[in-house]
């Protein structure tokens, strides 16, 4: 059974920094591509970020571009989510899935993706 176990999330100040953490049991992380959303409350989940197999496709959603970085350490089969320059808006609860494909192709879309974490907590204030 693939599951996903999200930890790192936190209360910080804005122009602080996080990182998230999606570590795996039961199979191993880099025969799949991972993605992160958050969900904020009141609104739809969205796509954060998304890594492919190997690396070679990753993404961002716009209000990431620039202070998120996605990796992934396949030695600790585990994918990281470092966030910089945090903003009031990133506040949400963030979570890992695979992606099935290994391409990231439909980053955007929870829909494609499966085996959800529990999530982690982001508070963003000061």
């Known amino acids: 059974q693939l599951q996903l176990v999200e930890s790192g999330g936190g209360l910080v100040q804005p122009g602080g920094s996080l990182r998230l953490s999606c570590a795996a049991s039961?199979?191993?992380?880099?025969?799949?591509?991972i993605g992160w959303f958050r969900q904020a409350p009141g609104k739809d989940r969205e796509g954060v970020s998304c890594i492919s197999i190997g690396g070679g496709n990753i993404n961002y959603a716009d209000s990431a571009k620039g202070r998120f970085t996605i990796s992934r350490d396949n030695a600790k089969n585990t994918v990281y989510l470092q966030m910089n320059s945090l903003k009031p808006e990133d506040t949400g609860v963030y979570y890992c899935?695979?992606?099935?494909?290994?391409?990231?192709?439909?980053?955007?879309?929870?829909?494609?993706?499966?085996?959800w974490g529990q999530g982690t907590q982001v508070t963003v204030s000061s």
């Open positions: 039961g199979f191993t992380l880099d025969a799949y591509g």
């Open positions: 899935a695979v992606d099935d494909t290994g391409s990231c192709y439909r980053a955007r879309y929870p829909s494609a993706f499966r085996s």
